[in-house]
């Protein structure tokens, strides 16, 4: 709580109108960092990688509904699965938060 406050903070402090948003792997942080304030986005990061397709869905959606539910901006996840199953996109941006992905994949 803490660590993230002071982040929070100097980021505040030192952004002087710059385009700045949080993320992180940490539901803690995440949850905290969306609380504390609200000028800047928060985006819970996840790599929504399982065993087989039904994970990566299950692990998604539930991912959405954290960050909804914390008013987060919302999710950032490894490419694979949307590009496995892109009904995910409209799925999870139906939700109300927002989708980003990273990964080689999207450069195909």
């Not at 406050?5 to 942080?29: N, P, Q, W």
């Not at 009904?87 to 080689?104: A, C, P, R, T, Y």
Request: aromatic residues 8%.
């Amino acid at each position: 709580n803490t660590f993230v406050e002071k982040i929070i903070h100097l980021t505040c402090k030192d952004a002087r109108g710059r385009k700045v948003a949080f993320s992180t792997f940490s539901e803690e942080a995440a949850v905290v960092a969306a609380l504390k304030q609200r000028e800047y986005p928060v985006f819970y990061l996840t790599d929504a990688l399982g065993r087989n397709a039904a994970e990566r869905r299950t692990a998604l959606h539930t991912a959405a509904k954290f960050a909804k539910a914390f008013k987060m901006a919302g999710v950032v996840t490894d490419c694979k699965p949307l590009v496995e199953d892109p009904s995910l996109i409209n799925e999870i941006q139906s939700k109300g938060v927002m989708l980003l992905s990273w990964g080689v994949d999207n450069n195909d």
